[in-house]
């Protein structure tokens, strides 16, 4: 019986670290899809990744929500939190990506999570880092500061200081945000919620706070086909299918580690932007790629 317990444990383990990776895949393609917008504004992309992507899911999860509503019920101020961080995540991070650049932009939204994530369930959950999480930790920081140092995109040529300074800063918040969504998602779950229920319930409220905005800001939606198509990718799979996943991997692993294992996001998204939009990698760069495979693989080792 211990045995099957012990196997039952490893494999649930080994399936949330797996669904986090595919998460932070999804997620990684998500500022380079944006950059084959024509016209479209970042807050124009983030309404319609927020509203669309968020109906996808409460839809798919109206059973799900009809069941577990009055386990949800003593819940609301932290619903009410997870509502807020989850429209300022997109919005800051499609703004930091179009000012700093699809590589310094993910980096800086993603690469500062763990250590918000950290502060978080250091502060209200008093739990101790591992010397694991210590050393994967210092592998992905190194590599994000040598991801840090990245060129400048070709087509970013004329993006004064300031303006890359404002997206690191946009940056910083939507790090913020996601750090703030995960442990939010974690400390629910934790109290019974079901991921699937108190997931679509936020982000279809999202969805209905942020959707009517897309008539001001979406005028250039339909004037190239480009926009179309970044408006379909965008919502349903680093939105849909990237939360999903992710979702399912917090029921197994602690937020931390998740918001670790999400750096992979990061080398898919500098790897797209060198091959796709033209952004440049010094060896240093891939030296900071290396670091933070590094760090995965150690974080993952059981």
Same mark, same amino acid.
């Given at each position: ?5 012990? +196997? ?19 997620? &990684? ?5 944006? =950059? ?10 983030? #309404?319609? =990744?927020?509203?669309? &992507?968020?109906?996808?899911? #409460?839809?798919?999860?109206? +059973? ?40 310094? &932009?993910?980096?800086? =939204? ?140 917090? +029921?197994?692993?602690?937020? =931390? ?20 939009? &033209?952004?440049?990698? #010094? ?20």
């Amino acid at each position: 019986m211990s045995n099957l317990l012990t +196997k039952r444990f490893s494999l649930d383990y080994s399936l949330g670290l797996l669904a986090v990776l595919l998460a932070a895949f999804f997620w &990684g393609t998500a500022g380079a899809a944006a =950059s084959f917008s024509k016209g479209l504004q970042p807050i124009a992309i983030a #309404t319609i =990744s927020v509203g669309v &992507g968020g109906l996808i899911h #409460t839809v798919l999860s109206l +059973k799900a929500i009809r069941r577990n509503y009055k386990k949800i019920l003593p819940f609301k101020t932290k619903i009410g939190l997870a509502i807020i961080v989850s429209i300022l995540c997109p919005f800051a991070f499609y703004s930091s990506v179009s000012l700093a650049g699809v590589s310094i &932009g993910t980096v800086v =939204s993603i690469g500062c999570a763990p250590l918000f994530s950290v502060l978080l369930e250091w502060i209200f959950d008093h739990r101790k880092l591992s010397l694991k999480w210590l050393i994967s930790f210092v592998f992905g920081l190194s590599g994000i500061i040598l991801l840090s140092h990245i060129g400048t995109s070709v087509h970013e040529d004329t993006v004064v200081q300031s303006n890359r300074l404002l997206g690191i800063l946009f940056g910083l918040l939507s790090s913020f945000s996601y750090a703030s969504y995960s442990w939010i998602m974690k400390n629910l779950i934790s109290h019974g919620v079901d991921s699937r229920a108190a997931m679509g319930l936020i982000f279809g409220i999202c969805a209905v706070l942020v959707l009517p905005t897309l008539f001001i800001t979406g005028t250039n939606l339909f004037t190239y086909p480009e926009n179309l198509i970044v408006a379909l990718y965008i919502p349903l799979v680093p939105m849909f299918l990237g939360y999903l996943f992710f979702s399912f991997g917090l +029921k197994h692993i602690p937020a =931390s580690q998740a918001m670790t294992l999400a750096l992979v996001e990061i080398p898919v998204a500098t790897i797209l932007a060198v091959f796709l939009v &033209g952004e440049s990698l #010094t060896s240093q760069s891939y030296l900071g790629l290396f670091l933070i495979f590094l760090c995965v693989f150690v974080l993952s080792r059981k």
